[in-house]
């Protein structure tokens, strides 16, 4: 690499900030004033792109010319943003007052009914846009040829970044937006009207998403893939740049862009006698970043802590846990009787798909135990049911019989919390989730390259148990005692002095600490023990696919779970498991019923937060409570 | 409902006890995960299903498919299978997409000793590696197309390669076939400088710029989708493919070819499906009949889901009963007639003969498309049997 | 009680220093606190009180300095480390474990003196009934066992939060603004808890409190700040003839 391909690098490096920025500035921007977590930033990405393509096409038939893109990225930038508000308005307005998680489900919903839309008025074909006019060349710099759009890219990440440090210092909408961001009491006591301030920030975000997404496709077809692809990364931007942060956003886009870049001007390195193949690295770049980055400032880089120690929990933490009276022993027990009577009075599919909704369920307590009792979001919690089943996976492959091979589900899930626990409850809220989305991904990478011993892409197969339990309806039975035992150890150890610990942690750390429990070691075992059952229950579903990829510890599974949960209800003793059957038996059931399934269990998880924000489990709770 | 519907209604559940005359195929595929590819491959199996039916269907029963999502994971893909075997009372299993869904569902159909159809994963694993007795696969693997390129690429005697490749197994697999037949068609002082991309999110400036540093004689993609878009227009901006040899597997493909529309690289070595140039009777009847159906020119997609459909029926045909082992055996040395021509079922490990069209990309009409193009047979690129043998494990 | 400063007391605070950015916020403060004695740290607003106390209680770690418990270093200890040595606090804004009962709060609170909040085996329900009654009688707040914090009064929420703190039987009780928020009636009461705590159990208890009711009412010592520096600490009558305190502090309020 000479010293020209070199800046040259570094320019592409920016172009690619610039693209990533652009995403992450609106993500930060409406998670700053809002505190929302938006899952659907992706999608507004995508519709930005699709919607200037249309526009464009349009306006050019119409005879426009060259000047048509460029009004169909503006048109589709503002329809993006109205799309945004509307959003906002018809679904988010209605669950500020509930639980905060509920809104990040919310939002993963409107990701469902997006991608189906898109589908739907789309076709499945990408969409490949012209080069920008005006912008279609190259110049040339030092003998390379260089893209005009690449440059105009380079120039427009910064100028957002003006306009928007103006927008935020220098007017009075931007008072506002400082003083929702710093203070939400004080909105209030100002006596700003903050549903409108939630609104328009709202599609000012959407705005910036859809901009982005307009900007990108003269370097990108159109494509359905777009919402997810981009999603993650804008969120690791975001969080590396410090939550709320413009130009923290901007500097960690730049960062990951550039590592990036360089990760693929390297090519492959002798170093130290070890080759390593840099481009390899760009699958998990920008996580390892993060986890650098959350490891070392725990904030983000221009990120700053929350201003005083909450001592008093979150709203959706306060809602009281009654403890198991006989009502409930009750029904668990109705529940398990009924569960034990299904092989014999149930079709073999049901056992199949009970089963299914097991492995759920016992993931989704492991969950709940974490981020009801501890009070600790994971949106990576996959990667301690992947490392499970991997663990059963390998051992079995290695030739020890299945029960010593299950039996190492929950060693290794322990071993791996042990390890990442200890960093992940050094921090809170966002960024401990985004902490565990970093090593979940990580653990992804390693386990997608490593072909040698987890097979890679491919993953491992012929992982079938023993002849007795071979059979669907006996495997189904062995499922069911151990999640079983898994729920109800679960459930012990919440009602545990330790139990009782953890949520005093999260409660009021400080109390908790002035009491003689040590805080940090509380959350590091809250942690560990909800990854070990993860493990089990991954340990299960290993022998129960008889096949594993390691699309088991990716993202979507982490946020199947966590949507579990919440649609379950956070703290609703059988949460989990009516979460679990809701979730997995939609999935089974809406693909017969109609080819746009995705958009229907979106609407219908909708339909269920908007209805029953305390969750499913919640209701029940409520409605057994009722009529005692 | 009408009365008169009613009657027509009743009297068909009449005359057809339910269901229990049609002969099921169990279709799952990654229909939302990979929509460009799959939606034609739907058009592809209506198409078959509505000739074979129309033509008195197989042994006497109208065939029918049931279609699930496979959600493009392996999990999923399970339970859906599990579910057409035990509730759907499916004869056999067939689709699949991605390499791990393909695997995945292979192994159980070994486990449950039900014929499955593999019908589109490319991986080489799923005929030798993790080749079982159940399984059979349609499409020409990553191995063979790799090999219908090489010979081309010896021809050039280049030197100094770049492979830019999706970084998961399909991608890795292409890439080392690649160097391992180029090697030992062309003897010695081969360069191979490789750039891995995360698939569906490669950063093309930084990939291009890395290529061109390399100053490669030539370039060996196995890029497809929105990757291999993104990697031709940057490429082509910045003067990649000026003066120089590229190579890209399933370039020629409609499904990643025609995004392109007039940007479609001119001159590329690939392996794909002229849909609009091909004149044996085969093709044209099938292409015949696709764009009066569905108003549309089919893709490679839609050769593939015939195919599969067709293919299928003809197993079932050949061992005269719908008992899983019979139509395994059946499909062992099965010849059927595809719109690419015939194809065999290789006995020896499962894979079919069907074939690619080899040749180089041109725009035409505004459009990207393939000229100077010849079938390769799949029969002709396969490894040495013994190799085949000592990669395939024992009968299971 | 004598107006002479004990020369070893509970809590010892020797030459305590802590700077931000340049301005000393504490600045060679030196004090004791002996059992039994409610010593009262006072100054007004910035004068570096807070700073002071979140330094005794471990919250901040001192520029230089020491603070001893019992003869032992605490400075720059974590803050479950202190209290396990015996040392218990209350929070300027009450500090209780929202999700609980009253009587769950204090049960969590015995068994974490007992070290067994950790154990993950037995059942937090099994803490006898009568050990966490006898801890809320001592703060009257008895007839609210069965109510759920995230229910509760404020004042009530700032009795439980000492029936917390003493739970651990401390020897010294750290209390940050112990009356702010409450009714002038219910303040009175809870300081006459913690007064007859102090004496029954000989607890040191040093307090923070804006109150000056509260304060010369119930401190048998008071410790004025200003600037970061004591100005004066002495008997509740004697700091307020102090003339200095009346110039600095007494005179804008009173």
Known sequence: MTFASFLLQLGNGLSSASALFLVAAGLTLIFGVTRIVNFAHGSLYMLGAYLAYAAGAWLASAGLGGISFWLGVLAAALAVGVIGALIEVLLLKRLYAAPELLQLTATFAVVLIVRDATLAAFGAEDLLGPRAPGLAGTVTIAGHAIPEYDLFLIVVGPVVLVALTFLVTRTRFGVLIRAASENRALTA????????????????????????????????????????????????????????????AFLAAVIIGMTKAMCIALGSQEILGISIAFPKITLVAEFAVMAIVLAVRPHGLLGTPPGAPVTTPLPEQRELVPAPGRREALVAGLVLAALLALPAVGAEYTAVLVTDILVAALFAASLQFLLGSGGMTSFGHAAYFGVGAYAAALAFKAGAPMAVAFALAPVGAFVAA??????????????????????????????????????????????????????????????????????????????????????????????????GIDVRATQWRGFVIAGTFAGLAGGVYAFSKGSLSPEVLAIPRSVDALVMVLLGGLNALFGPLVGAAAFTWLADVLPRLTEYWRALLGALIVALVLVFPGGIGGLVARLTRRAA | MSVLRFAALAFALAVLPAGAQTIKLGELNSYKVFPSFLEPYKNGMTLALDEINAAGGVLGRKLEIVIRDDNGTPGDAVRVAEELLSREKVTMLMGTFASNVGLAVADLARQRKVPFLASEPLTDKIVWDNGNKYTYRLRASTFMQTAMLVPEAAKLGKKRWVIIYPNYEYGQS???????????????????????????????????????????????????????????????????????????????????????????????????????SIATPEHKKFKDAYMARFNDYPRLGSVVGYSAVVAAAAAIRKAGSTDPEKIVAALSGLSFTSPFGPVTFRPIDHQSTMGAYVGRTAVKDGKGTMVDWKYADGKDYQPEDSVVRSMRPPER | MSGALPTAGVLDVRHLAKAFGGIRAVDDVTFAVGAGELVALIGPNGAGKSTCFNLVNGQLAPDSGEVRFEGKRIDGLAAHAVARRGVGRTFQVA????????????????????????????????????????????????????????????????????????????????????????????????????????????????????????????????????????????????????????????????
Request: aromatic share 8%; net charge negative; charged share 20%.
């Open chain 3, 95 to 254: 500090a209780t474990f929202a999700s609980m009962t009253v009587r769950e709060n204090v049960a969590l609170a015995l068994l974490a003196h007992a070290r067994r909040s950790g154990n993950p085996v037995a059942l937090a329900s099994a803490v006898p009934r009568a050990a966490t009654s006898v801890i809320l009688e001592r703060v009257g707040c008895a007839p609210l066992a069965e109510a759920h914090c995230a229910t509760l009064a404020y004042g009530d929420a700032k009795r439980v939060e000492l029936a917390l703190a003493i739970a651990a039987d401390p020897r010294l009780l750290l209390m940050d603004e112990p009356t702010a928020g409450m009714a002038p009636r219910s303040r009175a009461e809870l300081m006459q808890v913690a007064r007859d705590l102090a004496v029954q159990s000989r607890i040191a208890v040093l307090f923070t409190e804006h109150d000056m009711d509260v304060v010369f009412g119930f401190a048998d010592r008071v410790i004025v700040l200003d600037h970061g520096r004591i100005i004066a600490q002495g008997t509740p009558d004697a700091v307020r003839a102090d003339p200095l305190v009346q110039a600095v502090y007494l005179g804008e309020t009173a």
């Open chain 2, 174 to 276: 292409a890439t080392a076939a690649f160097k391992k037949q180029l090697n030992a068609m062309q003897s010695g002082g081969l360069e191979f400088i490789e750039i891995a991309v995360p698939l569906g999110k490669i950063d093309p400036g930084p990939v291009v710029q890395a290529a061109l540093d390399a100053k490669p004689d030539a370039i060996f993609s196995s890029l497809f989708g929105p990757d291999l878009a993104r990697f031709v227009r940057e490429g082509q901006l910045r003067g990649l493919f000026k003066d120089r040899v590229v190579f890209n597997l399933l370039g020629g493909e409609p499904e990643y070819l025609d995004p392109l529309k007039d940007e479609a690289p001119v001159g590329w070595y690939v392996t794909g499906y002229p849909w609009d």
């Open chain 1, 418 to 515: 042990l390890l990442f626990g200890w960093f992940c409850v050094r921090l809170a809220g966002v960024y401990l989730a985004m902490l565990t989305l970093a090593f979940a991904q990580i653990v992804w990478s390693i386990v997608f390259q490593w072909d040698a011993v987890t097979g890679g892409s491919n993953g491992l197969v012929g992982i079938w148990p023993p002849e007795i339990l071979a059979e669907r309806k006996h495997f189904y039975l062995f499922t069911l005692a151990v999640v079983t035992l898994g729920l109800a150890l679960l459930a012990r150890i919440a009602r545990s002095p330790f139990g009782f610990a953890l949520r005093g942690v999260r409660d009021s750390p400080l109390r908790a600490g002035a009491l």
């Open chain 1, 189 to 248: 006591a100002l006596g700003i009207d903050e549903a409108k301030l939630f609104t328009a920030v709202f599609a000012l975000g959407a705005f910036l998403a859809g901009l982005a997404g307009a900007l990108q496709l003269p370097r990108e077809p159109a494509n359905l893939g777009m919402d997810l692809a981009t999603v993650a990364d804008a969120f690791v931007v975001t969080v590396v740049g410090g939550l709320g942060s413009i130009p923290g």
